[in-house]
């Protein structure tokens, strides 16, 4: 079992969250949780990562958004 | 997530683009937003090019309409601190790269959808631009992360827009309007306004950027922005056969508000591609950012404007004449100083990461 890792994409402008998220998958096999704080960003991931061919779910947490990223 | 309403959206762009012309605008130009920003520095007597000087009411729409959707959807988020002065200097230079082309992406694609194939130039050089810029995105490129901010930050872009809108419709003494040239081509100000706001509205929804269509599509094969464009280009085309049959023309020589210039209409919209990737989003994505309470975008925003003051007080935009010697000399300092600056923020990156790597102690 790997460990989950942690992107922290709060604040950054497109397509960072994007990247971030992506350079994370491709170096980690495990469970990702991407943590973002705009509507935009957290469709932006979730987008990416569906068409990956990963499953996502997003939870909100005060202010932000996180996206379990998950195989 | 399905392709429709980006589609959609985008064809309701490309209609409105027409009627605009139909009603008043420029040829080509339903819908510019560097042209636009342009038109209110000169109305702000921030230039004194007597041809283009108006205060553009489409641009208020496009503030007000994605301000009330951002405060509606709850997406209105006062926020900054991303590297200001570099985002103020990257929108001065998409202006002098826009300004040299003769029009923002999405005039480009406008330009484009009615003949004009200086505009599939015009494209090419953007799409190289954007291609420069992804690679210092991949090297690892950023501005940095932006910060929570005290609302008041967030209401200036709007009562900005407001503003304008007071000086348009009071036109008290000290503001300039054209009383010729393309400044003076406008389409009725409710027109101009309601579509506008209509703009604003469907790009704050769709997110829709004629920089992030293109990105996109390259960086991760995502094609749903690009879809958007692809909208606006087939019913922009269609419309303009159908309400501005007369100004449909085939061809490089003669187009409205432009010049055949291939070198500097690749150029100038190369350097346009990579400010605005490098920004993260075109002029008019900046704009509606802006009205989201992203004072960053904000200071883009500012930056266009400063540059469309800069183009016409120094002499270095375009016109059908063609590209003058201030406006070469612009675009090439401008390419040089953004290599500069992406340059040096891709090195100073990779230094604090090696350093990081080095710190990181095991066991």
Not at chain 1, 15 to 35: F, I, R
Not at chain 1, 48 to 53: D, I, Q, R, T, V
Not at chain 2, 31 to 57: K, M
Request: glycine share 12%.
């Amino acid at each position: 079992m790997l460990a989950k890792i942690t992107v922290d994409a709060r604040g950054r402008s497109c397509p960072e969250p994007v990247v971030m998220t992506k350079n994370a998958l491709e170096t980690h096999h495990g469970d990702l949780e991407v943590l973002v704080d705009a509507e935009v960003a957290k469709e932006n991931v979730k987008r990416f990562a569906e068409n990956k061919g990963f499953k996502v779910t997003v939870s909100e947490k005060d202010e932000d958004y996180v996206l379990f990223i998950t195989k | 997530m399905r392709k429709g309403p980006i589609l959609i959206a985008g064809g309701v762009i490309g209609l409105l683009a027409a009627l605009l012309v139909k009603f008043g605008n420029p040829v080509n130009m339903g819908i510019c937003v560097a042209c636009f920003y342009r038109d209110i520095a000169g109305a702000l007597g921030l230039h004194r090019a007597e041809v283009v000087q108006y205060i553009r009411p489409e641009i208020v729409g496009f503030i007000l309409g994605a301000f009330i959707l951002a405060i509606a959807k709850n997406e209105f988020k006062p926020r900054g601190g991303s590297s200001p002065l570099i985002r103020f200097i990257l929108g001065f230079f998409v202006m002098i790269g826009a300004l040299v082309f003769l029009g923002c992406p999405l005039r480009m694609i406008l330009r484009l959808a009615n003949g004009d194939l200086n505009a599939l130039v015009g494209l090419i050089g953007f799409v190289f631009g954007i291609v420069i810029g992804i690679g210092f995105i991949k090297k690892g490129f950023s501005l940095g992360r932006s910060y929570k901010q005290n609302a008041a930050n967030g209401y200036i872009i709007p009562g900005f827009a407001i503003i304008l809108l007071v000086l348009l419709l009071a036109q008290p003494a000290f503001i300039f309007f054209s009383q010729e040239g393309p400044g003076s081509a406008h389409a009725p100000l409710l027109l101009s306004l309601v579509a506008g706001l209509i703009v604003g509205g469907l790009v704050q929804r769709t997110r829709l950027c004629t920089v992030g269509g293109f990105r996109d599509a390259i960086l991760i094969k995502d094609f749903h922005l690009l879809t958007g464009l692809i909208g606006i280009f087939v019913v922009a085309l269609i419309s303009n056969l159908i309400f501005n049959p007369a100004a449909f023309k085939i061809g490089f020589a003669e187009q409205p508000i432009a010049h055949s210039d291939f070198v500097w209409n690749f150029l100038g919209m190369s350097l346009a591609g990579l400010g605005s990737v490098l920004l993260g989003g075109c002029p008019l994505r900046q704009t509606i950012l802006a009205a989201e309470g992203d004072t960053d975008a904000a200071v883009a925003v500012f930056g266009l404007i400063t540059g469309g003051a800069f183009a016409h007080n120094f002499g270095t935009a375009a016109s059908a004449k063609g590209v003058p010697a201030n406006g070469q000399a612009a675009v090439i300092i401008g390419l040089v100083i953004v290599l500069a600056i992406a340059s040096f923020v891709v090195w100073q990156k990779q230094k604090v990461e090696v350093k990081v790597k080095e710190g990181v102690h095991v066991g």
